[in-house]
């Protein structure tokens, strides 16, 4: 049995909106006591010194997606839909080596900016594999951070999921997007079952989960087999959910009834369950995961550089639904910053209407950053806090940091000040991931290296499909919106448009 003492520095309390002078005693990767400054430590305990900083509870990434690190500011003007369609050119022609190396860059940097923990949904064309699963996986128990990795799979292409999508195309694109069809539901599944059955890592570190992407991305066969899978396996499932405007209407279109109440029927809802971004949930599809106690993951960031819309997390709240706050992945955000994920999700509830009342407080968004992204991990009982019995998941930041010149109100600035610009020290399960400032899992040095020689081989290996994407701008990029602009009744809105 190993001993930590954290002495000297300001733990934050989120709910009470505290930070007050107090040691942590920690025991091998939990926190077992918080005391009072110089409060006895077991006889060999490291002391380390916190000495004018602020300890919060790491942040919880609830949404981002490993193999977007190496495609990060590769576009600009992109809806979602435009973002599929660049799928191919900027994820394309990966190895084994660029799934570890893309997810392992997201990770550094998350941890350099105050994130302990992150939900992973990790895509791999055409279908998972064991090992890029396992390299994925290991990317992350290297840099010695928390994660849920799920691999995020379909069984019909883009093209075969929206409505009208692929006769608007001429001739020879549709013969090239058909070529992007998905292997069936059944290969799929069994690939998800083999590297569930192989996976070797403590699932305290590093666990599975299953993400069928997009509901009409997927039949429901596919989605109820994913649901059998993660059922089998305690495992969370996750889908991208009411994210566009153009999948709430195809949702309609399809099934009669939103993409929510939709999951809700085939009975795939449940305390396990999270819809990402939910920008288009109505009322009644918020009431549906509340009641079943599903969490919502919420992406301000992704959500306005796509032009998905404006959550609305107050009503999401109202309806007891638990919230997380994510960046997605950082090739639609460009970054994997949790403060300014936090920040836009404040900012995002107070555009909404003149009623501040609404508005979401900065201690509910810290909290959805750290204990509601742990429960929609299902960390819910082990991470997001700063407290006895729960992991030593710890973030220090330096009081002496013009963010914190003057020290007003620990919250308030956490959410509305701190950038990332003042992390100094990082620890995960008691482990100094980060001591001041410096990483010390990971070569920098080397990482560059690579990142600089992967982007290189995938431009090269991947210029084909950037034409090919350039192709299908004109015809993807009307279509769409096209589609968006259909009536769709949204009650928040409160007019009916149709
Ligand atoms: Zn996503």
């Not at 992945?329 to 009623?355: I, T």
Request: a negative charge.
């Amino acid at each position: 049995m190993s001993h930590t003492i954290v002495r000297g520095g300001l733990v934050l309390d989120i709910a009470k909106g505290t930070a007050e002078p107090a040691d942590i005693l920690i025991e091998d990767d939990a926190i077992r006591e918080i005391g009072p400054p110089g409060c006895p430590a077991p006889d060999g305990a490291v002391e380390i010194s916190a000495a004018r900083r602020l300890l919060h509870p790491g942040l919880v990434n609830a949404h981002t997606h490993g193999h977007g690190n190496l495609a990060k500011g590769m576009g600009d003007r992109w809806t979602l839909e435009l973002l599929l369609a660049a799928a191919p050119w900027i994820t394309g022609n990966r190895s084994t080596e660029d799934k570890y190396l893309s997810t392992q860059l997201g990770a550094v940097e998350m941890v350099l900016k105050g994130c302990t923990a992150c939900y992973d949904l990790s895509f791999e064309w055409p279908l998972p594999t064991t090992e890029g699963l396992a390299q994925a996986a290991a990317a992350y128990a290297d840099v010695g951070m928390r994660a849920v990795v799920a691999p995020m799979v379909a069984d019909r292409s883009f093209y075969e999921a929206i409505p009208g999508l692929r006769h608007a195309l001429p001739p020879p694109l549709q013969e090239r997007v058909a070529e992007l069809r998905l292997p069936p539901a059944e290969a799929t599944l069994s690939a998800i079952r083999t590297a569930l059955h192989g996976w070797t890592l403590d699932r305290d570190r590093v666990r599975p989960a299953v993400a069928p992407t997009i509901p009409h991305h997927c039949s429901d066969a596919f989605i109820s087999g994913c649901a059998d899978l993660a059922r089998e396996f305690d495992l969370g499932l996750h889908s991208h959910v009411a994210e566009s405007k153009v999948q709430a209407v195809t949702g309609i279109r399809l099934y009669g009834r939103t993409q929510t109440a939709h999951l809700a029927a085939l009975g795939v809802l449940g305390p396990h369950f999270t819809v990402a971004h939910g920008v288009w949930l109505d009322e009644d599809d918020m009431a549906l995961l509340g009641d079943r106690g599903a969490s919502v993951a919420h992406n301000p960031g992704s959500n306005m550089r796509l032009g998905s819309g404006l959550a609305d997390t107050r009503a999401m709240l109202e309806r007891r639904v638990n919230l997380g706050i994510g960046t997605d992945g950082a090739n639609c955000s460009d970054n994997q910053n949790m403060y300014e994920a936090m920040r836009l999700a404040s900012f995002v509830s107070k555009v909404q209407g003149p009623d501040w009342r609404r508005w979401l407080t900065t201690r509910e968004a810290a909290l959805a950053a750290t204990e509601g992204g742990a429960r929609a991990l299902g960390f819910g009982d082990r991470i997001g806090r700063i407290a006895p019995g729960y992991k030593a998941d710890i973030v220090m930041l330096d009081l002496d940091h013009p963010n914190w010149l003057p020290l007003n109100d620990p919250v308030n600035q956490l959410v509305h000040t701190e950038d990332g610009t003042a992390v100094a020290s990082v620890m995960i399960g008691g482990r100094l991931v980060v001591d001041n400032r410096r990483i010390t899992t990971v070569d920098l040095a080397r990482l560059r290296e690579r990142v600089a020689a992967a982007r290189d081989r995938l431009a090269a290996a991947n210029a084909d499909s950037r034409r090919l994407y350039e192709a299908l701008v004109p015809v993807v990029g009307s279509h769409c919106p096209g589609l968006a602009a259909a009536p769709y009744h949204v009650h928040r809105y409160g007019a009916r448009l149709d």
